[in-house]
């Protein structure tokens, strides 16, 4: 299925703008690309695309149908940049790495930094990674493949393996002569790191202090020795953590010995933090990790299973509904509101359980805290159910000319966002508790509960009012 193309309004004011005034790649620019790859211009091509940032060729990437991405990629030769591929959805570089000849992939990916070259491998089969990676430089397939060893989502998956480290008895000066003359640095970095002979890391130097301080200054004597440092194997989400919680810029990465082995930078957290919270997002809704990317297939095996669960539990719900058959036949007025105290329910408790999972997964709801937020829920749920009892109880009773229907629909929504309050914060926590994501599974158990206490709720109090049963 081919990627529609960008439509909108006429072209940005500003000419060496590849989008127009609402954020989207201008037509005239878009169809002269794709004009272009269609003649297999490769001149054209490479003037077009060099003054772009990485994110921007990205988006052009995204844009193109599947075909003409390989063809522009292919083109453009050792002109494309690889970390554009940083920048795209995982499907679409999924699929681009695929049809790209590993030899191509492996000269590309040698010049990224060591974070994003990793970031691109990643998905690709073992057995081409390995295939990739024995096309590479000694030095660089080591330090990948170091890198490529620790556990999937950690923070040695993350880090970049290119950082300064200098012994403690340098002084300034050395220190400064040795930035200034040696060519294998890295391109962007925002502190050194002091080590001992066996890379333990004994300090650190941010850049000012270095510039602040007399040249004779020995190192040892400035560094900062309150480290802060991140195991290689931790959780990435973890660690992203810890960069907000203490304002990091850039911290060391430490492999079990305790021996440096790279770092984390403000720029790879970004990242983590924005694609932790689109998981989050997708897990609440039931579609894992599907992009607006992923082909039809795809997105049917990603929400084929949650909609199978869901038929399940709403065929439960369906079985409390023909426990009451009889009372629905004797007043059909009950068959109409039944879907009022359902959804209601099914709301609330959603809102719940939004609160819930964010606050589980930022760390901030603990058992210090957990009965006083379990408390406010439930008075919430009854306030709640209070206000819109009365207002649903009072225009159901002159809907069906029957104040005592309206009596019964108010003390079901009373009941039932009771429980929705209860449910969306309890039900999260148990998850959580049995080491299962709350965010995957809670809206499933939380719509459950809401629609069959809801219906129950709702016809045994009319069965047992109207004595119908």
């Excluded at 439509?7 to 954020?23: H, K, L, R």
């Excluded at 091509?45 to 994110?55: A, D, G, Q, Y």
């Excluded at 329910?345 to 603990?366: C, F, K, P, Y």
């Excluded at 965010?439 to 009012?465: H, K, P, Q």
Aim: glycine share 8%; hydrophobic share 45%; aromatic share 8%.
């Amino acid at each position: 299925m081919e990627d529609a193309a960008p439509t909108g309004p006429e072209p940005d004011e500003n000419p060496e703008s590849i989008y127009d005034a609402d954020g989207r790649l201008r037509s005239d620019w878009y169809e002269a690309l794709r004009a272009e790859i269609e003649a297999g211009d490769s001149e054209a091509l490479r003037k077009r695309m060099e003054p772009l940032h990485e994110s921007e060729t990205g988006d052009v990437i995204e844009a193109l149908p599947a075909d003409e991405r390989v063809q522009l990629v292919t083109l453009l030769g050792d002109a494309f940049d690889y970390s554009a591929l940083t920048e795209v959805d995982d499907s679409v570089r999924i699929e681009l790495m695929d049809e790209l000849p590993n030899a191509e992939i492996a000269r590309g990916v040698a010049d990224l930094d060591s974070d994003d070259a990793v970031y691109i491998l990643e998905d690709i089969d073992a057995e081409d990674r390995d295939e990739i990676l024995a096309q590479m430089p000694a030095f660089d397939r080591i330090s990948l493949k170091r890198s490529l060893d620790f556990p999937e989502d950690s923070a040695g998956r993350r880090m970049q393996t290119d950082f300064i480290a200098i012994p403690p008895f340098w002084t300034v000066g050395q220190t400064i002569d040795y930035l200034r003359t040696n060519d294998d640095l890295p391109d962007d970095f925002y502190q050194i790191y002091v080590v001992d002979p066996g890379f333990n890391l004994l300090g650190t130097i941010p850049l000012d202090r270095i510039l602040r301080v007399q040249r004779a200054t020995r190192i040892e004597d400035i560094m900062n020795t309150q480290i802060r440092q991140i195991d290689a194997t931790l959780d990435q989400e973890e660690a992203a953590r810890i960069f907000e919680r203490y304002d990091q810029v850039e911290v060391a990465v430490v492999d079990e010995s305790r021996r440096l082995v790279g770092v984390l930078t403000i720029d790879d957290i970004v990242d983590v933090i924005n694609e932790e919270a689109s998981e989050d997002i997708h897990r609440l809704g039931g579609v894992g990790d599907e992009d607006i990317s992923r082909t039809v297939p795809g997105v049917v095996r990603s929400r084929a299973t949650w909609l199978l669960v869901n038929l399940g539990t709403a065929t439960l719900a369906s079985l409390v509904i023909g426990l009451f058959d009889g009372t629905i036949e004797q007043m059909v007025a009950l068959a109409v509101l039944m879907p009022i105290v359902a959804s209601m329910g099914g709301v609330a408790g959603t809102q719940t359980m939004t609160v819930t999972v964010r606050a589980i997964s930022q760390r901030e709801l603990d058992k210090n805290n957990a009965w006083r937020l379990i408390r406010r829920e439930l008075l919430v749920g009854l306030t709640n159910g209070v206000i819109f009892a009365v207002l649903l109880g009072v225009i159901t009773g002159f809907r069906f000319a029957n104040p005592a229907l309206g009596l019964v629909i108010g003390m079901a929504m009373v009941v039932n966002m009771i429980v929705a309050g209860g449910c969306g914060i309890l039900i999260p926590m148990l998850l959580n508790r049995l080491k299962i994501d709350p965010a995957v599974a809670s809206s499933t158990f939380v719509m459950t509960f809401t629609d069959v206490i809801g219906f129950f709720a709702f016809l045994a109090l009319a069965g047992w009012w109207f004595g119908l049963f």
